[in-house]
T-cell receptor
């Protein structure tokens, strides 16, 4: 079946350190992999995404890497700040417009 | 810039009642998605529409139905409500660039449904 595993479920880092969140997907037809940040009671906000024909993408302090062979993709946040504290979700989308979300990672950046 | 609009923002219903949630996508967007998010849970994909046709279905109960209208707005109809239906319901919209490319989802603010 289709599922996306996400690890870790919680992550605490000191301000200024890096944070890494990893996801593994099962559906080999998946071709688009967004990452969302969600604050309590708010809507998910897209922070970065990657297509299946790209191995890495970077946007300032945020980067995503994709290993299609291993069906694995990761979010990297460098120089973390307290305002980065939130729940982060990975997702995988296959061609027919269906997104499967990971179970989320609660990131806490300690000042 | 215009965003996805959802109404109502909050809804309280009794068990076995019906509810209708509405979603107005970003202008020119042709795809709508519905998600259900329980407390502390990840968003669960319910259903999607592309150009007013159902595109894909997820874990949507038979008690729920949805459609996309000619003006691209969408409605999620929920009948015989159960306590477990209490959740945040998000709608998202996107513009499909091509059928194999990316289509960035923009989420609405959500409708919080409480079933008593």
């Amino acid at each position: 079946g289709e599922n996306v595993e996400q690890h870790p479920s919680t992550l605490s880092v000191q301000e200024g350190d890096s944070a890494v969140i990893k996801c593994t997907y099962s559906d080999s037809a998946s071709n688009y992999f967004p990452w969302y940040k969600q604050e309590l009671g708010k809507r998910p906000q897209l922070i970065i995404d990657i297509r299946s024909n790209v191995g890495e993408k970077k946007d300032q302090r945020i980067a995503v890497t994709l290993n299609k062979t291993a069906k694995h993709f990761s979010l990297h946040i460098t120089e973390t700040q307290p305002e980065d504290s939130a729940v982060y979700f990975c997702a995988a989308r296959r061609r027919t417009y269906k997104y499967i979300f990971g179970t989320g990672t609660r990131l806490k950046v300690l000042a | 810039a215009a965003g996805v609009i959802q109404s109502p923002r909050h809804l309280i219903k009794e068990k076995r009642e019906t509810a209708t949630l509405k979603c107005y996508p970003i202008p020119r967007h042709d795809t709508v998605y519905w998600y259900q998010q329980g407390p502390g849970q990840d968003p669960q994909f319910l259903i999607s529409f592309y150009e007013k046709m159902q595109s894909d279905k997820g874990s949507i109960p038979d008690r729920f139905s949805a459609q996309q209208f000619s003006d691209y707005h969408s409605e999620l109809n929920m009948s015989s409500l159960e306590l477990g239906d209490s959740a945040l319901y998000f709608c998202a919209s996107s513009l499909v660039v091509d059928r194999v490319g990316t289509d960035t989802q923009y989420f609405g603010p959500g409708t919080r449904l409480t079933v008593l």
